[in-house]
């Protein structure tokens, strides 16, 4: 617990709130309320072990601060959470309700693993991210984001897997375009050895160019290894030739590698463009 001034207002609050949940206490010392409410936020701030920060504002001293504020009764107080106000409550609470107000401000702990993951590829540490995707789902086996993460790492080692992570994906996070487009490659991963093989697929295009279930199983076999303009071509030419056909799977499948491709935006736009100039 601090007692913070305007002059330290940014450094105690908005900064450390970029940090861990800041409870800011506006209080007094003729205040009766206020005698109850803080000792039971410092003996919390003990308690939480540094998982939020109590700074208090002693209103009679920090009048400024109690204005910028609005300060129209006390004790009140505001929860900052990144350097935003984000909740607040006024009088003495129970502590039972005073716990239940901060653990709204405490992050997921799955979440944070999320971020961590996040980090890791972001270094180029696969196992690591791995290891930090394994340990968000055991905290919250309902995390969307993780499972989604890990379904795409798990994508070129282990298909079945990655699809059985799609498909433990909410109903509202598997109608998302990244979760369809990342099905979409699965499951030309785990189809492709089913397929004919890319010799006799191009051979039946030559012979026949309307061999239109030939162009879509070539571009399977593009897809599952990330060969995304040869997919695209092909593709355009179904939708060019038969936009009905396979209930439109030729465009329908074109939006799934775009977002496949999102790494490579140029030729994104590109094809965007062709895909317009067909359509339009």
């Known amino acids: 617990m601090i007692d913070t001034t305007i002059e330290r207002f940014q450094a105690d609050v908005i900064d450390a709130s970029t940090q861990v949940p800041v409870l800011v206490d506006f209080w007094a010392p003729w205040c009766g309320p206020c005698k109850s409410l803080g000792p039971m936020l410092e003996k919390l701030e003990t308690q939480y072990n540094g998982r939020f920060k109590l700074v208090k504002v002693n209103t009679d001293e920090q009048q400024e601060l109690a204005q910028h504020f609005q300060i129209r009764s006390i004790p009140t107080v505001f929860a900052v959470v990144d350097g935003q106000p984000v909740d607040q409550f006024q009088g003495a609470l129970p502590e039972g309700q005073l716990r239940e107000f901060i653990d709204r401000l405490m992050p997921n702990p799955a979440d944070i693993e ?58 509202a996070a598997r109608q998302d375009p990244h979760a369809q487009a990342l099905e979409t490659r699965i499951n030309a991963l785990l189809e492709e050895n089913a397929l004919p093989p890319t ?31 040869p997919a695209l071509e092909q593709l355009i030419e179904i939708v060019r030739r038969d936009r009905a056909f396979g209930e439109d799977i030729g465009r329908k499948t074109m939006l799934q590698v775009f977002d496949l491709a999102a790494a490579q935006p140029q030729l994104v736009a590109a094809w965007r463009r062709r895909l317009s100039s067909v359509l339009f």
């Open 114 to 171: 999320l971020d961590e993951a996040f980090r890791a590829m972001q270094a180029g540490d696969r196992d690591k991210a791995v290891e930090h995707l394994k340990k968000a789902l055991l905290l919250d086996p309902a995390s969307d984001g993780a499972r989604l993460m890990y379904a795409e790492l798990l994508a070129d080692e282990d298909p079945a897997a990655a699809k059985a992570h799609l498909e433990g994906l909410s109903p």
């Open 199 to 229: 010799p006799e697929l191009e051979a039946r295009i030559v012979a026949n160019p309307g061999d239109l279930e030939a162009r879509l199983e070539l571009a399977q076999h593009c897809i599952a290894h990330k060969a995304w303009e």
